[in-house]
């Protein structure tokens, strides 16, 4: 007899460590996605983003049942997709515990503009009237829409000069007024021209080195925000060796911003030219366009705008692809936005290597901002001076200005490089708004600093405004009057970095907060505001860390006598100090 001491015998879970996938979840995710056993390859994380949208439109929210499918299906593991779907402000996670949201969601912007609009008096009102067993009401940042604020979102339709009745009404009614976009189809824009410099870009009537020399002469210049010359962003990225990737940044969330928003909405296949004509200069593999989630009329837009470019056999199927955004606006950010086309929680990578060297997987990338993009085709067929010969004040070329706040006429206005606020507002906004003088200006939007009305003839452009501790940024205007509370515009601007900061830095994610309590206080203490800013701008990984600061420091340089007013004391002496 065979002795069994010491013999023991193993017991076998009968199923993989970790959480059971639900097959009734994961035959449904084949359902919705595609089966991706018949599919002819894998599908890699970059669509994750893409996949956790589909569900979230599907069910209105993400269950970590829905999850844990979706993981087994990407072949992934379950931390990379929670990860990614906890980091989106437009995905609603679901815990096992927690009960699903509302069927309805009624999101009210909570910008500058929309704040000076009444924002917090609609956001009041709305959560006093609905049943909030069928409704929520959020605070969301902005969407895009600030010449008709105050903006309410509800579902994935927007109501613009809303109001709680409007609002109201909607949700009992279930009746929208669409986006009425109306937009230059292929045909009229052919018959104007378009796309002949596409077409000789191909048959080599035009060279990229001549082109290049044009967009120099041009002085185009990236109108994102850093405004990086054109023409060097894409000999930084042709040293590089293929394939390589073009990327268009869409995704404009700077409070004040929506001047990428007039250009597609008005002029889609010409910005779609000037895409296609970078993306040749750089011998492409692809070409993405990252649209932020805030603007869903838009994404109707490009599909259709695309199809019919890909129905004229002017672009290959499958060389534009159409990214959307899930509520982030650190991936304006160039490099994050990488990330979250690789399907990542876009935070913003450490350079070098920058992305023009490495960037979308790992391979030379070109990112560019929509308005960049769209002149080119125009600066073609007028010529460099016609572009570069625009200008007031010693400074060349034309800005599109989003301006918002105290004035008649909001909107996006294209005006010389180089005017100043005080023409701006006289010559394009119709003055003042009734009953306002202007006190102070955003330049830049919430990231360019604050400035006041004695320096309303400072000439508009790059460049111009880094003397005054701001920059031009986006040209997102935001102008307030006397009647403006100051230091409710910078806890406004304060809680908006706060809330957008990605987290990953200390600097930014801890500083950003801090800065936010010392402000909300009735004594601002000048000492451990200015050690607080240095630190986030010196240490900061991104530039919104970085830029965080600028509307503070703005305020405590130029603005001490209107915040005494206001009741805010301001001290130079250090806490603890005798006075």
Same mark, same amino acid.
């Given at each position: 007899?065979?002795?069994?001491?010491?013999?023991?015998?193993?017991?076998?879970?009968?199923?993989?460590?970790?959480?059971?996938?639900?097959?009734?979840?994961?035959?449904?995710?084949?359902?919705?996605?595609?089966?991706?056993?018949?599919?002819?390859?894998?599908?890699?994380?970059?669509?994750?983003?893409?996949?956790?949208?589909?569900?979230?439109?599907?069910?209105?929210?993400?269950?970590?049942?829905?999850?844990?499918?979706?993981?087994?299906?990407?072949?992934?593991?379950?931390?990379?997709?929670?990860?990614?779907?906890?980091?989106?402000?437009?995905?609603?996670?679901?815990?096992?515990?927690?009960?699903?949201?509302?069927?309805?969601?009624?999101?009210?912007?909570?910008?500058?503009?929309?704040?000076?609009?009444?924002?917090?008096?609609?956001?009041?009102?709305?959560?006093?009237?609905?049943?909030?067993?069928?409704?929520?009401?959020?605070?969301?940042?902005?969407?895009?829409?600030?010449?008709?604020?105050?903006?309410?979102?509800?579902?994935?339709?927007?109501?613009?000069?809303?109001?709680?009745?409007?609002?109201?009404?909607?949700?009992?009614?279930?009746?929208?007024?669409?986006?009425?976009?109306?937009?230059?189809?292929?045909?009229?824009?052919?018959?104007?021209?378009?796309?002949?410099?596409?077409?000789?870009?191909?048959?080599?009537?035009?060279?990229?080195?001549?082109?290049?020399?044009?967009?120099?002469?041009?002085?185009?210049?990236?109108?994102?925000?850093?405004?990086?010359?054109?023409?060097?962003?894409?000999?930084?990225?042709?040293?590089?060796?293929?394939?390589?990737?073009?990327?268009?940044?869409?995704?404009?969330?700077?409070?004040?911003?929506?001047?990428?928003?007039?250009?597609?909405?008005?002029?889609?296949?010409?910005?779609?030219?000037?895409?296609?004509?970078?993306?040749?200069?750089?011998? #492409?593999?692809?070409?993405?366009?990252? $649209?932020? %989630? *805030? /603007?869903? +009329?838009?994404?109707?837009?490009? &599909?259709?705008?695309? !199809?019919?470019?890909?129905?004229?056999?002017?672009?290959?199927?499958?060389?534009?692809?159409?990214?959307?955004?899930?509520?982030?606006?650190?991936?304006?950010?160039?490099?994050?936005?990488?990330?979250?086309?690789?399907?990542?929680?876009?935070?913003?990578?450490?350079?070098?290597?920058?992305?023009?060297?490495?960037?979308?997987?790992?391979?030379?990338?070109?990112?560019?901002?929509?308005?960049?993009?769209?002149?080119?085709?125009?600066?073609?067929?007028?010529?460099?001076?016609?572009?570069?010969?625009?200008?007031?004040?010693?400074?060349?070329?034309?800005?599109?200005?989003?301006?918002?706040?105290?004035?008649?006429?909001?909107?996006?206005?294209?005006?010389? #490089?180089?005017?100043?606020?005080?023409? $701006?507002? %006289? *010559? /394009?906004? +119709?003055?003042?708004?009734?009953? &306002?003088?202007?006190? !102070?200006?955003?330049?830049?939007?919430?990231?360019?600093?604050?400035?006041?009305?004695?320096?309303?003839?400072?000439?508009?452009?790059?460049?111009?405004?880094?003397?005054?501790?701001?920059?031009?940024?986006?040209?997102?205007?935001?102008?307030?009057?006397?009647?403006?509370?100051?230091?409710?515009?910078?806890?406004?601007?304060?809680?908006?970095?706060?809330?957008?900061?990605?987290?990953?830095?200390?600097?930014?994610?801890?500083?950003?907060?801090?800065?936010?309590?010392?402000?909300?206080?009735?004594?601002?203490?000048?000492?451990?505001?200015?050690?607080?800013?240095?630190?986030?701008?010196?240490?900061?990984?991104?530039?919104?860390?970085?830029?965080?600061?600028?509307?503070?420091?703005?305020?405590?340089?130029?603005?001490?006598?209107?915040?005494?007013?206001?009741?805010?004391?301001?001290?130079? !002496?250090?806490?603890?100090?005798?006075?």
């Amino acid at each position: 007899m065979t002795s069994q001491i010491g013999v023991t015998s193993r017991r076998r879970r009968g199923f993989p460590q970790g959480r059971v996938v639900a097959p009734v979840a994961l035959a449904a995710l084949r359902e919705l996605l595609g089966d991706e056993r018949r599919l002819p390859a894998l599908k890699g994380r970059d669509l994750l983003i893409e996949h956790l949208h589909a569900i979230q439109d599907a069910h209105g929210y993400l269950s970590l049942v829905e999850l844990r499918a979706l993981a087994t299906y990407m072949n992934l593991p379950m931390a990379a997709v929670y990860e990614t779907a906890t980091f989106y402000a437009h995905f609603d996670v679901i815990h096992d515990h927690q009960v699903p949201p509302p069927d309805t969601t009624i999101r009210v912007c909570d910008s500058l503009s929309c704040q000076l609009a009444g924002a917090s008096a609609l956001h009041q009102a709305l959560e006093a009237r609905v049943d909030p067993d069928c409704v929520r009401v959020i605070r969301a940042p902005c969407m895009g829409r600030c010449n008709h604020a105050p903006v309410a979102e509800v579902g994935h339709h927007h109501v613009l000069y809303a109001t709680a009745d409007g609002v109201e009404a909607v949700v009992d009614t279930g009746h929208f007024h669409p986006e009425a976009i109306v937009w230059q189809r292929l045909a009229a824009y052919q018959q104007e021209g378009g796309f002949q410099l596409l077409a000789q870009c191909h048959n080599g009537h035009v060279s990229v080195n001549a082109l290049s020399t044009l967009l120099e002469k041009s002085q185009l210049r990236g109108l994102g925000g850093a405004g990086f010359p054109t023409f060097k962003k894409w000999q930084a990225v042709r040293q590089g060796a293929g394939p390589r990737y073009c990327v268009i940044n869409a995704d404009e969330g700077e409070p004040g911003t929506f001047k990428d928003r007039f250009y597609l909405e008005k002029a889609p296949h010409q910005f779609l030219e000037g895409a296609l004509v970078s993306a040749w200069a750089i011998e #492409a593999e692809r070409l993405y366009i990252y $649209l932020r %989630d *805030e /603007y869903p +009329g838009l994404h109707r837009v490009l &599909h259709e705008a695309i !199809a019919e470019l890909e129905e004229a056999q002017l672009v290959s199927p499958g060389f534009i692809v159409m990214r959307r955004g899930a509520g982030a606006y650190i991936c304006g950010e160039e490099s994050a936005l990488i990330e979250s086309l690789e399907g990542k929680p876009g935070k913003p990578r450490h350079r070098p290597p920058y992305v023009a060297q490495q960037g979308l997987f790992d391979r030379p990338t070109l990112v560019n901002n929509v308005e960049t993009v769209y002149w080119i085709p125009l600066i073609w067929k007028k010529g460099a001076e016609w572009f570069a010969g625009q200008g007031r004040n010693g400074r060349s070329g034309l800005r599109s200005f989003s301006v918002s706040g105290r004035v008649n006429r909001p909107g996006v206005y294209l005006a010389p #490089a180089g005017i100043t606020l005080r023409e $701006l507002i %006289d *010559e /394009y906004c +119709g003055g003042m708004a009734k009953g &306002h003088v202007l006190a !102070a200006y955003l330049p830049g939007g919430a990231s360019g600093g604050i400035l006041p009305a004695s320096k309303a003839d400072i000439p508009l452009d790059f460049d111009t405004l880094n003397a005054h501790g701001c920059f031009i940024g986006s040209a997102a205007i935001v102008v307030l009057s006397e009647h403006d509370n100051l230091q409710a515009v910078a806890t406004n601007l304060l809680a908006f970095f706060t809330d957008e900061s990605c987290g990953q830095c200390t600097p930014c994610r801890v500083g950003t907060e801090k800065m936010l309590t010392l402000l909300e206080g009735d004594h601002w203490d000048v000492q451990a505001l200015s050690r607080l800013a240095k630190v986030m701008q010196d240490a900061s990984i991104c530039g919104l860390g970085q830029a965080a600061p600028n509307p503070v420091l703005g305020l405590l340089k130029d603005f001490r006598s209107i915040l005494a007013k206001q009741q805010i004391i301001v001290s130079d !002496a250090a806490e603890g100090d005798a006075p």
